[in-house]
C-alpha cells in the first residue's frame, strides 16, 4: 500500500517523501499481516514515493518476487525490490525518467504502472512528445534472465511506432491533453493504456480511449487495436484506469454521466470487453503451420511433459471446447488419413474463436 504524502518516517525527525507497506495474507488465520515497509531510498520530502505500486509473483526463471513503486514528483522514478530466498526484500534498481532534463519535470513519469512476468511498463501522461503538451508516453522495461538483481532493459518497440527513446512507446496520434499512459495494465504479451483526454472539437465532446499493444513472437511489442469511447456523448474520462487478462479488458470512466448531467451528475461507468485473439485451429506450438509436431506437443501437454501453450484454442483441434486426446486422433487423421480439416477458424488463415467455451488463448502470433 503507498503513501505518497508521508512525509516523516519512523519519526517526525526524518524526512522521507513517501512509504510503501507490505502486507501478506496468513493462511492460517485469513488475515492481512504486515511484513515489511520500504521507505523512499532518496529521502527527498517531495518525491510522493509510492505514488503507484505494482507486485508480481515469481516467474520460474527468476529467484524472488517482485515490486515495482512509482513517485510521480519531478523528473519521476520507479524502484524496484525483489525477495531472495530467504524471504527477505531486496532493494534493486531504480529506473529514471528516459527523458530526464528540466523539460522533463512534470512529465508524471511513475503516475501509474504495471509489472508481470518480467515486464514492467510505466506511464508518462504528462510528456509532450514533438512539444504536444500532455500527449503523453509509455515506456516498456523486460528483466533479463537471470539470478537477483539482474539487469531490467528497455523492451523492443516495433520500428513503425519507435522513437529515439529505447523502450518508449509514443502516443499514436498526439493531440494535447490526450494523457496517454495516465493508465497502463500488462498481462503476457498484452498491454493496455489508457488515453481519457481528447475531444471532439465540432461539438466539445469527449473521447477517450484505450490502445491494445501485443509482444511477437520476435520480441516486439506492436500496436494492436483502439478501442474507442463507447458513448462519446456522455463525456467522462473513459480509459482513465485500465486492467486487462488473458482474456478480458476492464476500463473505467469515473466521470461518465448517464444522462449527460441531467440527474446523475458524474456517476461514473465500468466496461469489460471479452479479447478475441486471433489464431489457426490445430496449430497447437504456434510454428505456423499444421504438423505432427503440434500432435506431439498435444500429448505432451496433456500428459504434462510440457508448458501449457498460450493458446489452447489453437490445440482443440476438433473444437470440442475442450483438448483432450481426441484432438490429437483429430490431428492425426487430418495429416494422414484425409480427415476433415479443423474446424473455424481453420488450419490456413488466423481467425477468432466462433465457440464459447472455457480455453484460454492469451496470443498466438499469425507468423
Given at each position: 500500500?503507498?503513501?505518497?504524502?508521508?512525509?516523516?518516517?519512523?519519526?517526525?525527525?526524518?524526512?522521507?517523501?513517501?512509504?510503501?507497506?507490505?502486507?501478506?495474507?496468513?493462511?492460517?488465520?485469513?488475515?492481512?499481516?504486515?511484513?515489511?515497509?520500504?521507505?523512499?531510498?532518496?529521502?527527498?520530502?517531495?518525491?510522493?514515493?509510492?505514488?503507484?505500486?505494482?507486485?508480481?509473483?515469481?516467474?520460474?526463471?527468476?529467484?524472488?518476487?517482485?515490486?515495482?513503486?512509482?513517485?510521480?514528483?519531478?523528473?519521476?522514478?520507479?524502484?524496484?525490490?525483489?525477495?531472495?530466498?530467504?524471504?527477505?526484500?531486496?532493494?534493486?534498481?531504480?529506473?529514471?525518467?528516459?527523458?530526464?532534463?528540466?523539460?522533463?519535470?512534470?512529465?508524471?513519469?511513475?503516475?501509474?504502472?504495471?509489472?508481470?512476468?518480467?515486464?514492467?511498463?510505466?506511464?508518462?501522461?504528462?510528456?509532450?512528445?514533438?512539444?504536444?503538451?500532455?500527449?503523453?508516453s509509455?515506456?516498456?522495461?523486460?528483466?533479463?534472465?537471470?539470478?537477483?538483481?539482474?539487469?531490467?532493459?528497455?523492451?523492443?518497440?516495433?520500428?513503425?511506432?519507435?522513437?529515439?527513446?529505447?523502450?518508449?512507446?509514443?502516443?499514436?496520434?498526439?493531440?494535447?491533453?490526450?494523457?496517454?499512459?495516465?493508465?497502463?495494465?500488462?498481462?503476457?504479451?498484452?498491454?493496455?493504456?489508457?488515453?481519457?483526454?481528447?475531444?471532439?472539437?465540432?461539438?466539445?465532446?469527449?473521447?477517450?480511449?484505450v490502445?491494445?499493444?501485443?509482444?511477437?513472437q520476435?520480441?516486439?511489442?506492436?500496436?494492436?487495436?483502439?478501442?474507442?469511447?463507447?458513448?462519446?456523448?456522455?463525456?467522462?474520462?473513459?480509459?482513465?484506469?485500465?486492467?486487462?487478462?488473458?482474456?478480458?479488458?476492464?476500463?473505467?470512466?469515473?466521470?461518465?454521466?448517464?444522462?449527460?448531467g441531467?440527474?446523475?451528475?458524474?456517476?461514473?461507468?465500468?466496461?469489460?470487453?471479452?479479447?478475441?485473439?486471433?489464431?489457426?485451429?490445430?496449430?497447437?506450438?504456434?510454428?505456423?503451420?499444421?504438423n505432427?509436431?503440434?500432435?506431439v506437443?498435444?500429448?505432451?501437454?496433456?500428459?504434462?511433459?510440457?508448458?501449457?501453450?498460450?493458446?489452447?484454442?489453437?490445440?482443440?483441434a476438433?473444437?470440442?471446447?475442450?483438448?483432450n486426446?481426441?484432438?490429437?486422433?483429430?490431428?492425426?487423421?487430418?495429416?494422414?488419413?484425409?480427415g476433415?480439416?479443423?474446424?473455424?477458424?481453420?488450419?490456413?488463415?488466423?481467425?477468432?474463436?466462433?465457440?464459447?467455451?472455457?480455453?484460454?488463448?492469451?496470443?498466438?502470433?499469425?507468423?
Amino acid at each position: 500500500v503507498g503513501a505518497p504524502a508521508t512525509s516523516t518516517f519512523p519519526n517526525p525527525q526524518t524526512s522521507v517523501g513517501g512509504v510503501v507497506w507490505l502486507f501478506e495474507r496468513n493462511l492460517a488465520t485469513g488475515k492481512w499481516d504486515e511484513v515489511d515497509t520500504f521507505v523512499n531510498p532518496a529521502l527527498q520530502i517531495t518525491d510522493a514515493f509510492g505514488t503507484s505500486v505494482s507486485v508480481n509473483d515469481a516467474d520460474p526463471g527468476f529467484i524472488g518476487d517482485v515490486i515495482a513503486v512509482g513517485q510521480n514528483v519531478g523528473d519521476g522514478a520507479v524502484s524496484l525490490y525483489e525477495r531472495n530466498q530467504f524471504g527477505v526484500w531486496v532493494a534493486g534498481p531504480t529506473i529514471t525518467n528516459p527523458n530526464s532534463s528540466g523539460a522533463a519535470i512534470g512529465d508524471r513519469f511513475g503516475e501509474d504502472l504495471s509489472l508481470f512476468d518480467g515486464v514492467l511498463a510505466i506511464g508518462a501522461f504528462a510528456e509532450d512528445p514533438n512539444n504536444i503538451q500532455n500527449a503523453g508516453s509509455v515506456y516498456l522495461y523486460e528483466r533479463a534472465p537471470g539470478p537477483l538483481g539482474a539487469a531490467w532493459n528497455e523492451a523492443i518497440i516495433d520500428l513503425t511506432i519507435s522513437t529515439a527513446v529505447q523502450g518508449e512507446i509514443p502516443n499514436p496520434d498526439p493531440q494535447p491533453d490526450d494523457y496517454f499512459g495516465i493508465s497502463v495494465s500488462v498481462w503476457g504479451d498484452l498491454l493496455a493504456v489508457g488515453e481519457p483526454g481528447g475531444f471532439l472539437s465540432s461539438s466539445n465532446t469527449s473521447l477517450g480511449a484505450v490502445h491494445l499493444f501485443k509482444r511477437n513472437q520476435a520480441g516486439e511489442w506492436q500496436p494492436q487495436v483502439e478501442v474507442q469511447h463507447p458513448n462519446p456523448g456522455n463525456n467522462g474520462d473513459f480509459g482513465y484506469s485500465v486492467a486487462i487478462s488473458s482474456s478480458r479488458l476492464a476500463v473505467a470512466d469515473p466521470t461518465a454521466s448517464l444522462d449527460n448531467g441531467t440527474y446523475y451528475g458524474q456517476s461514473g461507468e465500468a466496461y469489460i470487453y471479452q479479447l478475441e485473439v486471433e489464431f489457426r485451429r490445430g496449430d497447437c506450438n504456434n510454428d505456423g503451420d499444421i504438423n505432427i509436431a503440434d500432435a506431439v506437443g498435444a500429448l505432451g501437454i496433456l500428459f504434462m511433459l510440457g508448458a501449457p501453450p498460450d493458446c489452447l484454442d489453437a490445440c482443440d483441434a476438433n473444437d470440442d471446447t475442450t483438448m483432450n486426446v481426441a484432438d490429437v486422433v483429430f490431428t492425426l487423421a487430418y495429416l494422414f488419413s484425409a480427415g476433415s480439416p479443423p474446424p473455424d477458424p481453420g488450419p490456413v488463415n488466423c481467425g477468432p474463436d466462433p465457440t464459447i467455451d472455457n480455453l484460454d488463448c492469451v496470443s498466438y502470433d499469425c507468423l
